[in-house]
């Protein structure tokens, strides 16, 4: 299993001198211990995540401080964007590391994003699609056909040349199924998360993963590549950190209500959280913090957590994502993060053999 951070969660608004320290620590000690990689998101005018408006920024600002780490977008709002700015950041960004960037892409839901690009919401999921694939050929090198400022088409490449030839490629799911498959018809990876899941329900949609990937693949053992974040804080005592994390864990499940209620993903039903009542929501909300801290992220102590790495590796995760920055003080964090090394390093010992009587 392989481990790596994840920044979404951390609330903009807070006062602080320096408010990318968590991020560029965190990614320093992962660079040293032997992650996998760093994810940073995009998030346009809301406090929790809007310290990552351009993860392409926040990327080339990681590879600066960093030697082998991956240097991940999770996720790049793709309808956003113009195919050509996504190509050019993000290749400054592989130049900058050395050939360590992955993009996960998502065709983006708050209709108030996409202020910057109105024209796009209605199809956004198309143009999601086209979006990425575009990309993919820039990256190769492929020209594209546009039109310049008196109307008339060119064929541009973008520059500068990345160092890796291939872009590696994430899509973003919700948790729905059909996102999982197009996906791996589409030869890429898969970003998701346990926010209106379970692990029983992601099992399934990973097996239909593999089959539309297996499918497509022109390489003996591809098998494609899933990457799920989970909410991450270990200590040496649950109680204690049940009780770290029960505040900013409940502010964040009540800020994403919203994705958790409203995602109508596989034919559930959608519930507006707009039109619940207080103590609705905070009934819903104490609910789902008790449920997800015992099911949905690694969250107490190591012990534990390994026998979830165990659950999530038989559903068949590759890789674990883990989001350190919900709001628990900083401070607190890094010093989780040992914590997290020592369950990083006890998932990769390959298990004791057995001796026949």
């Known amino acids: 299993m392989d481990f790596s951070l994840f920044y979404f969660a951390n609330d903009s608004t807070k006062p602080g001198t320096d408010p990318y320290r968590l991020l560029l620590s965190g990614a320093r000690f992962a660079d040293e211990r032997g992650f ?3 994810w940073t998101p ?3 005018f809301h406090p929790f995540g809007g310290l990552y408006p351009n993860p392409a920024v926040a990327g080339a600002a990681v590879a600066a401080v960093t030697e082998r780490i991956g240097i991940r977008a999770g996720s790049v709002v793709a309808p956003l964007h113009h195919p050509l700015r996504i ?3 993000w290749a400054v960004v592989d130049n900058l590391s050395g050939g360590r960037v ?4 998502a065709s983006g839901w708050h209709a108030v994003d996409f202020a910057l690009r109105p024209e796009n919401y209605e199809h956004r999921r198309t143009v999601f699609l086209e979006t990425v694939e575009q990309v993919r050929a820039l990256w190769r090198g492929d020209e594209m056909t546009v039109e310049d400022g008196t109307g008339r088409p060119a064929s541009v490449r973008s520059y500068p040349r990345p160092v890796q030839r291939e872009l590696p490629v994430w899509v973003t799911s919700a948790g729905g199924v059909e996102t999982f498959r197009n996906a791996g018809r589409a030869g890429a990876g898969v970003l998701t998360h346990l926010l209106g899941q379970d692990i029983d329900e992601l099992t399934e949609k990973i097996a239909a993963y593999r089959e539309e990937y297996a499918a497509q693949a022109t390489t ?3 098998t494609g590549h899933v990457a799920l974040m989970v909410h991450t804080y270990l200590d040496e005592d649950d109680d204690a950190a049940r009780e770290t994390v029960r505040e900013p864990l409940c502010a964040y499940l009540r800020s994403s209500l919203g994705l958790i209620l409203g995602s109508g993903a596989d034919g559930k039903r959608r519930i507006d959280p707009a039109k619940l009542k207080e103590k609705d929501i905070d009934f819903l909300v104490q609910r789902s913090f008790e449920r997800y801290y015992e099911d949905g992220g690694l969250l107490g102590q190591v012990d534990k957590a390994h026998a979830k790495v165990e659950r999530i ?3 068949g995760v590759d890789e674990i994502a883990c989001l350190i920055d919900f709001g628990v003080p900083d401070e607190q964090v890094l010093a989780g993060l040992e914590h997290l090394d020592r369950l990083r390093i006890a998932c ?3 298990a004791p053999a057995t001796v026949a009587a």
Do not use: K, N
């Not at 992955?102 to 892409?105: A, N, P, Q, R, W």
């Open 36 to 38: 996998t990689a760093v």
């Open 42 to 44: 995009e998030r346009h």
């Open 87 to 89: 190509a050019e950041e």
């Open 102 to 105: 992955g993009l996960s892409f």
């Open 220 to 222: 003996d053992g591809d």
């Open 313 to 315: 590796r038989a559903a």
């Open 348 to 350: 990769a010992a390959p």
